[in-house]
């Protein structure tokens, strides 16, 4: 087994390089996995500009699909050679966090180095790959607490088809379930990106009746419709607000996800509520929000906001899989482009540009 690989990792806002790494040593309860497929996030790009800070070194991206290399002496269950994925989620199911309900924002490994209080609570850490850890765009990428957060693929499903479960499913599936859909409901998704389009097609599943998707790019709006959405709206083309109030009769929508990470959708997904709906909030802010009193009922119409950071482990990776195996919704559509690990550069610059309807880009390292 060769002892360096190539990585994509962070050296300052605005470049990102390949560069050789050493491949990381196996702990008892990690497991190393060889990369066959990974991506790049609309996170990566925040991190890119300088708008999410990480470490200068740090190997980027949270996306795994790959193939068990080494197994650490406490896993079990698993075998070396076993395809698999991981969540970008990837939290120590024994902490406190975890047992209180909250395993996205487990914290407790960065106990021990000062990072975080003695409890292990610290927002957003339970998100180890290209975050506080090492990456997935890389050969090689070590998965921590390997028992609760590797999930076999099942035989028949090819790389493309469940790329999308580390992160982009498991975040826009939690912003309908987030957004407390019933049977019957009316929503509406701002955003119509990679979480926008998983948003829509899981309040479909969840039972919504009617699904507005709302974009300004009219090919993303096409496949909002493929995967779920019965209008369409192109904010360049109307007053969006104007259009679902007129839609709804006046009432609001039940539901309303935000998935871009603006001001300007955060408020509309606002002002488009219905009093006593709810609000989830699945965008990465770079800026402060500000919610006008009128939009807000002055604090007296019992909206409900929600956020959310993905949930990962071994048993969200398996249910999502389960969705795709059935045949209820098929993501690999979303898998625009691919590229080599070593020609990562580009395709970074062809995802943060959004040129040639890019959805998705499948990066494989061989």
Known sequence: MPVMMKAAVFVEPG??????????????????IRITTTTICGTDIHILKGEYPVAPGLTI???????????????????EGQRVIAGAICPNFNSYAAQDGVPSQDGSY?????????????????????NKIDGTQAEYVLVPDAQANLAPVPDGLTDEQVLMCPDIMSTGFKG???????????????????????????????????????????????????LGADVTLNFRDCD????????????????????LGLQSTFLSALRVLKPGGTLSSLGVYSEDLKIPVSAFAAGLGDHKINTALCPGGK???RRLMNVIQSGRVDLGVMVTHQYKLENIVEAYDLFA???????????KPA
């Open 240 to 259: 969006v607000v104007d259009e679902i109030l007129r839609l709804t009769g006046g009432r609001g929508v039940d539901s309303a996800i935000e998935a």
């Open 315 to 317: 048993e969200r990776m």
């Open 176 to 226: 309908a379930e987030n957004a407390n859909i019933r049977i019957g409901d009316v929503v509406a998704v701002f955003a119509q990106g990679p979480i926008g389009l998983c948003a829509t097609a899981g309040a479909r599943l969840l039972g919504a009746s009617t699904i507005i998707a709302v974009d300004g790019n009219s090919h993303r709006l096409d496949v909002a419709r493929a």
């Open 110 to 130: 960065l106990a021990a180095m000062g990072l975080c209080g003695c409890h292990g609570y610290q927002a957003t850490a339970g998100w180890r790959f290209g």
């Open 15 to 32: 470049r990102i390089d390949i560069v050789d790494k050493p491949i990381p040593d196996v702990g008892p309860n990690d497991a190393l």
């Open 61 to 79: 991206g949270h996306e795994p699909v790959g193939i068990i290399e080494k197994l650490g002496s406490a896993v079990t269950g698993y075998q």
């Open 353 to 363: 540009h959004q040129r040639d309807n890019v959805l998705k880009v499948a990066v």
